[in-house]
């Protein structure tokens, strides 16, 4: 996904005169061409999220677009205040690009964490939030939104789904119609989803914009209001917008994500996954509970 991602904002930059790119000492190598060819656009600032945010707010300000790319937790929550005053407040637009997803950097430990992303941004009104499950996925959604004039967060992760998805913009996707309940997969939880639903009479709905969420294909899809909901970050995370989706209908939902708690451990993704749940034999246990209370 990273590789997809380089080779859109190279383009754009390329292609797009009011565009500009900022890094934080990552990407350097791979963005050496475009740091190089357009240093008056494109330039590494080093390890200051915060003012590099703050920056690219005022870049925005003179009606350029500014793209930033860094590590999850240091553009979320070190730079959470210039997200929010900088670009929210005065609704500017600029795109935020991030590696690390929840714990993709899992041998350097919960400082390279970032599970709570979702659940911070979702506290900044008006800030979209899109979660790609494949490269192809992200080149086609950066499209659609890096000149929709608002701030836009872009979540990479370099674990991708196979199943690959036509998506649009603030659409969510209808991978599969069934009566008994709603299964929710939610960016990369796509693969484990669809191997945990083999064979259930279940409907499955793919999102990849998480904000704004879209109400309107989950409501035509109540099934008696018994949901599962799987997240590759905090689990409950979009839980209130599922509530919000029913607001005149009884729900029963059931969340399967990463455990709310601080994640000491490191080892591989998998073991993560195992960890927290989020595998697909733990995704078929709890639906079943849920298709059976």
């Known amino acids: 996904m990273r590789k997809a991602m380089i080779k859109s904002v190279s383009n754009m930059i390329r292609k797009e005169?009011?565009?500009?790119?900022?890094?934080?000492?990552?990407?350097?190598?791979?963005?050496?061409?475009?740091?190089?060819?357009?240093?008056?656009?494109?330039?590494?600032?080093g390890i200051f999220e915060d003012g590099m945010v703050s920056?690219?707010?005022?870049?925005?300000?003179?009606?350029?677009?500014?793209?930033?790319y860094g590590i999850s937790p240091f553009i979320v929550n070190r730079a959470m205040e210039q997200l929010k005053l900088g670009f929210a407040y005065q609704k500017l637009r600029?795109?935020?690009?991030?590696?690390?997803?929840?714990?993709?950097?899992?041998?350097?430990?919960?400082?390279?964490y970032c599970p709570e992303d979702l659940g911070t941004l979702s506290m900044i009104p008006e800030f979209e939030f899109v979660a790609p499950g494949t490269a192809s996925e992200f080149i086609r959604l950066f499209g659609q939104t890096h000149r929709d004039g608002n701030?836009?967060?872009?979540?990479?992760?370099?674990?991708?789904?196979?199943?690959?998805?036509d998506v649009d913009f603030g659409k969510a996707d209808v991978i599969q119609t069934g009566s008994r309940a709603v299964v929710?997969?939610?960016?990369?939880?796509?693969?484990?989803?669809?191997e945990a639903c083999t064979g259930q009479d279940v409907s499955i709905l793919y999102y990849t914009t998480l904000l704004p969420f879209d109400r309107g294909t989950l409501r035509k899809h109540y099934?008696?209001?018994?949901?599962?909901?799987?997240?590759?970050?905090?689990?409950?995370?979009?839980?209130?917008?599922?509530?919000?989706?029913?607001?005149?209908?009884?729900?029963?939902?059931?969340?399967?994500?990463?455990?709310?708690?601080?994640?000491?451990?490191y080892g591989s993704k998998v073991e993560n996954d195992a960890y927290n749940g989020l595998l697909p034999e733990d995704i078929s246990d709890r639906l079943d509970e849920l298709l059976h209370e």
């Not at 934080?24 to 357009?38: H, Q, T």
């Not at 920056?55 to 930033?68: E, K, Q, R, S």
């Not at 701030?151 to 991708?160: A, E, G, K, M, Q």
């Not at 997969?185 to 989803?193: E, F, G, W």
């Open 17 to 45: 005169d009011d565009t500009s790119l900022f890094l934080v000492d990552i990407g350097v190598w791979a963005f050496r061409d475009i740091l190089k060819d357009y240093p008056d656009r494109a330039m590494n600032i």
């Open 55 to 68: 920056l690219a707010a005022g870049m925005a300000l003179g009606g350029m677009i500014p793209t930033i």
């Open 94 to 112: 600029g795109n935020f690009i991030t590696t690390g997803a929840s714990y993709d950097f899992s041998t350097l430990g919960y400082s390279h």
């Open 151 to 165: 701030p836009t967060y872009f979540r990479l992760s370099d674990h991708v789904n196979q199943t690959v998805v």
């Open 184 to 194: 929710i997969a939610v960016s990369t939880m796509l693969d484990a989803v669809l």
């Open 223 to 265: 099934n008696g209001g018994r949901i599962l909901l799987c997240e590759p970050h905090y689990e409950g995370t979009l839980a209130y917008e599922v509530y919000k989706t029913f607001p005149d209908k009884p729900v029963r939902l059931s969340c399967v994500g990463v455990k709310r708690e601080i994640l000491r451990n």
